[in-house]
């Protein structure tokens, strides 16, 4: 099964808008990792927060990580039609003795120009 | 610095025939991974490579699907016989080490889209 679980599946908004996607895990990790995929293409790494921290930002990027709720979201701001694609949420499961990423269904985002 | 270089990008076959992928990743990457990614779903991992040992074949049909890394560099995953199932994007990433002993984003190749009919 699945370990972490994006929500919403879908989300459509206008240029400039800012758009928040959230995950949710079940187990412990070592850190959790977005990844964004363009239709069509391989996928692309956004942004790693290990367990330890609460917030990252890279550009318009930033995610936040409770690990007391076993939750994160990623929220991209005035976003561009450019952002159009999947975002997909890793998490790497600790302890582990294989350091794999297991990832989630993701968050299909559409922005409108 | 080059990516993770994967050929085919496209490939049709009929049910019952054998299929091969290939995968070359970042130089240094000592972890390989081979993902199977169904249209509407997300990536799930099929096999782990630490240099050439397999880390995680837990999730890889054993039956029909095989792969291997040769001197720790590049990577084929194959299927015989394939499946109309196995349609699929199977993704090859590579990090250089495993999660846990450091914190790593993988870097993806583009995939090879897999289409059985």
């Known amino acids: 099964s699945q370990q972490g679980e994006e929500d919403p599946q879908a989300l459509s908004i206008q240029e400039g808008e800012n758009a928040t996607m959230n995950c949710s895990y079940k187990t412990s990790i070592n850190n959790l990792q977005w990844y964004r995929q363009n239709s069509g293409r391989g996928l692309v790494h956004l942004i790693l927060?290990?367990?330890?921290?609460r917030e990252k930002h890279s550009g318009r990027l930033r995610v936040t990580l409770d690990t007391s709720k076993k939750s994160s979201s990623l929220l991209i701001t005035a976003s561009r039609a450019a952002d159009t694609a999947s975002y997909f949420c890793a998490t790497a499961v600790d302890p582990s003795n294989t350091g794999k990423l297991i990832f989630g269904q993701g968050t299909t985002l559409q922005v409108k120009p | 610095e080059a990516g993770v270089a994967q050929s085919p990008r496209y490939k049709i076959i009929e049910k019952r025939q054998s299929v091969a992928f290939w995968c070359n990743p970042i130089s240094g990457h000592a972890t390989l991974y081979w993902y199977q990614q169904i249209l509407g779903q997300g990536p799930k991992l099929l096999i782990q490579?630490?240099?050439?040992?397999?880390?995680?074949d837990s999730q890889l049909p054993k039956d029909r699907f095989s792969a291997e890394r040769l001197k720790g560099v590049d990577s084929t995953l194959k299927i015989q016989p394939a499946k109309l199932e196995d349609s699929a994007v199977y993704l090859c990433?590579?990090?250089?080490?495993?999660?846990?002993?450091?914190?790593?984003?993988?870097?993806f190749g583009s995939g090879t889209r897999l289409t059985v009919v």
């Open positions: 927060i290990r367990s330890n921290e």
């Open positions: 990433a590579s990090s250089p080490g495993r999660q846990g002993f450091g914190n790593y984003g993988y870097t």
């Open positions: 490579f630490q240099n050439n040992g397999v880390v995680d």
